[in-house]
């Protein structure tokens, strides 16, 4: 009798959570296959509309650009489950969907530091570009890892718990605090994968 295959342990918050929420994409997923919905399509969809949030936040309007910023961001894990389903992984839709983060990214927090630069709130304008600093380094760190042969998935603040944070903090009224939590938490989850990194390459 054959023994059951079980999971390796989840490297991150982040794909538990893409394995979690296959109980909602999966069945989407599926309908917008059965459309021949391409998954670049969603991605470039989802980038769009972050770019648009963008605008949401520098136009001052923080509350309603938390709220939709919950509602397009679930999109970054539709196009990957569609791809999946569909047949259509392929190296250039994972590329697309990793640079369009990165930007869609950046518009958001530029956005947010150009509505506090309006505002004249200097302290807000430095956590959000430190944020956008940290964010990028996190991602970067990752890729120049995996590129060399070393496992980097480590750390709390990847895009998902970035964005859960951002979007959380704009809904209740405290992006200050948001701010805080990730101007801190992303530039400690960089040194956190350069460390990771180091000890691997010290046991070679």
Not at 93 to 115: K, N, P, Q
Not at 144 to 160: D, I, P, Q, W
Not at 171 to 196: D, E, F, H, K
Request: overall charge positive; proline content about 3%; charged content about 15%.
């Amino acid at each position: 009798m054959e023994k059951a295959q079980t999971r390796p342990p989840y490297e991150s918050l982040a794909e538990w959570a893409r394995d979690a929420a296959q109980v909602v994409t999966v069945p989407i997923a599926r309908v917008l296959a059965r459309w021949k919905v391409h998954p670049n399509t969603l991605t470039l969809l989802g980038g769009l509309l972050s770019i648009a949030v963008g605008g949401v936040l520098a136009s001052g309007r923080l509350t309603l650009g938390g709220w939709l910023l919950a509602i397009t961001a679930p999109l970054d894990a539709l196009d990957g489950a569609l791809a999946r389903l569909a047949g259509r992984t392929t190296r250039f839709g994972a590329f697309l969907d990793s640079t369009l983060d990165r930007v869609s990214e950046g518009v958001l927090l530029i956005c947010l530091a150009a509505h506090y630069l309006w505002q004249g709130a200097t302290t807000e304008v430095l956590l959000a570009f430190l944020t956008l600093i940290g964010s990028n380094l996190v991602s970067y760190v990752r890729a120049r890892a995996e590129a060399n042969g070393y496992s980097c998935k480590v750390g709390l603040f990847t895009r998902m718990e970035r964005i859960a944070v951002l979007s959380i903090g704009l809904i209740l009224g405290y992006p200050t605090i948001a701010l805080w939590i990730l101007a801190v938490g992303s530039n400690l989850t960089a040194l956190w994968r350069i460390l990771y990194v180091y000890l691997q390459a010290r046991k070679e």
